[in-house]
Every structure is written in structure tokens, then in C-alpha cells.
């Protein structure tokens, strides 16, 4: 199967996402730093008898971050003995009082558990995240209790095979670009984790590639998974915890973007380079949006009053407020593509319609993303249309555009 061999350009993109030892040096110092600031603050309000370790967490730990993408995650691991309803209340004071000796400033968020970012003076960021040390899964009693048991595991496999180190980012990297890396609301796609451990099951990101060729919606079960079948749509156990399901945050549209290059590169190998040459960012041109506004294709909605609230919060909102205008929009007759909800220093709701008026574009539904005939559908379509194929939940889908030509009123009375 020589079409499953890498293209030559993989070596060499592989290069550019190791990083740099000056990124490195500066990144490890200042994390050096930050520990050893926490570490002091602990002794010097005498809270060393309530915690047993403070350790880096993540990517960082593992050495699978991305240059100029890293999260820096330093736990406070509590015994078990310390309230559950203290652990918030100790990491806010340990890190206030540690930040004023960095001059760093502090921002409060919470998820489903309070944490805390140190915002240092040269810009970089780092979590200070409470958690109770366990042993095992368990022992586990907050969400991030798993998280060190995750970074043992894959430290453990890296130390014996350093290779997959680099085929991990350049998962990573291929995801981000896909706009599938994360496994928050907003994105519902591959956590870091995941990605990890779906390369260390499969030994390279080639092999995983061919398999996720096969993967199918509701129908794919990687380890022996103990819970309810067919329960997601991707079942990945968790190699530290038999009863979860590492992919349960994976959206249908997620997993089957992922099939759906999976299944492209199978047929156009080079297509991997193309996609990870990508710098993955996504810069907002408001004259830009305008443009596109005027043609009718989307609709932005800016909203600038909102509540203080943490990201992961807003998301949960205004993607159900998304959801709601998209379901009124088809019960009315519209037809929504696709719907997004980009959260900055404001709010964009992001609607892709057939039209806001009469029809400008006609919907063509093509086969499943696994179907023999998919690759066959894109190859037959793409030099029909100015719009390269995408995917809508487990299928693609190409559009045309017609010759003839309102939305604005459902949003308004949402």
C-alpha cells in the first residue's frame, strides 16, 4: 500500500512544530519560577500540612506542546482529608499571594472547578488548578482529580518510545487546522489527551489516519468500554479509567471532519502537508465581514453586553441561543448550514444560510463521509463550485449557486 507512505514534506513540517530551544529555556525558567513562588507561599502560610505535591500538568509535562500554543497547568494536589469545599478558597489565597511577589496579575475562572491564571508581566499564562492526589481513578472526587494519573500514564509511554513525541504534534497541529482541536463547547472536538493517546494506540499518525478511514459515527469503540453501547459517537476508553470515555466531548461534525480527511488522504496523500503547512489562525477582517454580509451568504450577530462570566459559560449560552435561532430559521423555511459562536473580547453568533432572502444558493447532499464514492463526489463537484465541499454532521455536502434572492427578523425576536 505504497500511497500510505508519508510525503517527503512531513519530515521537514515535523521540524517546525518541535520546539525551539530558546522558546523552550524561556518557557521552562518562568515555570521554574512560578513553582518555586507557589511552592514558598505554601510553607509561608502554613498550608504545607494539606498538600502533598505541586506539579506541572498537560502538554508541558508531557513535552507534546506545540511553539506558540502552550498551556502551562501547575496542580496544587490537596489530601483527601481537606474539604472539597475548601480547595477553591486555598489555591485563591496561595496564588494572590504568590502573584504579588511575581508582579503578575490574576484572573479567577471556573469550568465545572475553580482555577486560577497567573498572567505574568512577560504575557505568559499559567493555571493554578487545586485538585486532591489520587492513586487511582478510583480515588477521584473533583474533575481534574484524573489529570496527574493521565500525565503518568503518558510520560511513562513517551520515556520508552520519545518518537511518538513528534507524531503526536503533528496530530495535534492537523487538528487545530482541521478547527476540531479542543473539547470545549464551542469546539466539541479532540482534547490534548485524546490526541495522545490515540497515537500511543496506534503507533503513528499514518496508522491512525487509516483507521480513522474506517471509523464510522455511533459505530467506532477503541478499548473495551463498559458503558452503555453506542452511547457517543466516538468511544475512546481511558487507558487510567475503564468507565470514561475520553471522546465523549467529539461532535458528529467533529469526528466526521476527521474521517472525512482521513478518507481524502487515503486518495491524496499530499493533502496532509497542505493541511499542516496551515498556520491555523483565524484573523477577523471586519471590511471582510462586511463584504460577505452584503452577499447575503452569512449573517454576524455582535453582541457587546454580556454578563462577566468564564468562557466556557458564554459558550454553553449563546450556543444554545444559536441553536434555538437556527431551529425557528428551519421550522420557517430557511436552510442553516452552519452555525458559530467565536467568544474574543466580544460576542460573534455566526449563521451560514441557503439565503437571508429569496434563494442565491441550492444545497447538494452528497454521500456519507465513509461511503466508496465519497472521494469520487468531492473530484465530480469541486470545479462546479465556488465553495469547497464540506461536511454537515456524517455527510458531505457541496454548494451551488443559483441565479435568483429575510433571517434578520428571527434573530431580532430571539
Not at 219 to 243: A, N, Y
Not at 275 to 288: A, F, H, M, P, S
Not at 301 to 307: A, C, D, G, Y
Request: charged content about 30%; aromatic content about 12%.
Amino acid at each position: 500500500m505504497s500511497y500510505w507512505k508519508y510525503p517527503e514534506c512531513v519530515d521537514h513540517i515535523s521540524k517546525k512544530l518541535t520546539p525551539e530551544s530558546s522558546e523552550r529555556t524561556k518557557i521552562e525558567l518562568d515555570a521554574q519560577i512560578v513553582r518555586k513562588k507557589i511552592e514558598e507561599t505554601i510553607i509561608e502560610l502554613g498550608y504545607s500540612r494539606y498538600i502533598i505535591e505541586v506539579e506541572y500538568q498537560g502538554s508541558f509535562a508531557k513535552d507534546t506542546w506545540l511553539p506558540g500554543g502552550l498551556d502551562l497547568d501547575l496542580f496544587i494536589l490537596f489530601k483527601k482529608s481537606v474539604n472539597k469545599d475548601l480547595l477553591g478558597e486555598l489555591c485563591r489565597e496561595i496564588t494572590y499571594r504568590a502573584a504579588e511577589k511575581l508582579g503578575a496579575k490574576v484572573l479567577k475562572k471556573y469550568a465545572t472547578h475553580p482555577y486560577f491564571t497567573l498572567v505574568l508581566g512577560d504575557g505568559i499564562e499559567i493555571d493554578v488548578v487545586p485538585a486532591y492526589y489520587v492513586r487511582s481513578a478510583e480515588e477521584v472526587v473533583t474533575p481534574v482529580d484524573r489529570t496527574p494519573l493521565h500525565t503518568r500514564y503518558v510520560k511513562g509511554v513517551l520515556e520508552k518510545n520519545a518518537k511518538l513525541k513528534d507524531e503526536i504534534r503533528m496530530f495535534k497541529k492537523l487538528l487545530k487546522n482541521l478547527k476540531i482541536y479542543g473539547a470545549e463547547l464551542k469546539t466539541q472536538g479532540f482534547s490534548g489527551y485524546l490526541a495522545e493517546i490515540l497515537i500511543i494506540h496506534y503507533g503513528s499518525l499514518r496508522n491512525l489516519l487509516f483507521h480513522a478511514s474506517l471509523w464510522r459515527p455511533w459505530k467506532t469503540c477503541i478499548g473495551r468500554w463498559k458503558g452503555v453501547p453506542q452511547q457517543f459517537p466516538l468511544i475512546v476508553v481511558d487507558p487510567v479509567d475503564s468507565k470514561r470515555n475520553v471522546a465523549a466531548a467529539v461532535s458528529v461534525r467533529s469526528l466526521s471532519k476527521l474521517i472525512g480527511f482521513a478518507l481524502f488522504f487515503r486518495f491524496r496523500p499530499e493533502i496532509l502537508c497542505c493541511t499542516l503547512e496551515k498556520d491555523g489562525t483565524i484573523e477577523v477582517n471586519i471590511e471582510r465581514i462586511k463584504d460577505i454580509i452584503n452577499k447575503g451568504d452569512y449573517v454576524f450577530v455582535q453582541i457587546t453586553n454580556f454578563p462577566p462570566m468564564p468562557e466556557e459559560s458564554l459558550a454553553g449560552i449563546y450556543n444554545r441561543i444559536v441553536k434555538k435561532i437556527t431551529r425557528i430559521a428551519e421550522r420557517s423555511g430557511f436552510t442553516v448550514f452552519r452555525n458559530k459562536v467565536i467568544i474574543s473580547e466580544n460576542i460573534l453568533l455566526i449563521f451560514h444560510l441557503e439565503s437571508t432572502h429569496l434563494p442565491r444558493y441550492t444545497i447538494h447532499e452528497g454521500p456519507p463521509i465513509w461511503e466508496k464514492n465519497s472521494i469520487s463526489f468531492i473530484l465530480k463537484w469541486i470545479s462546479e463550485s465556488e465553495i469547497w465541499p464540506f461536511v454537515g454532521e456524517e455527510r458531505w455536502y457541496i454548494v451551488k449557486e443559483r441565479k435568483t434572492r429575510n433571517f434578520i427578523e428571527i434573530v431580532d425576536n430571539v
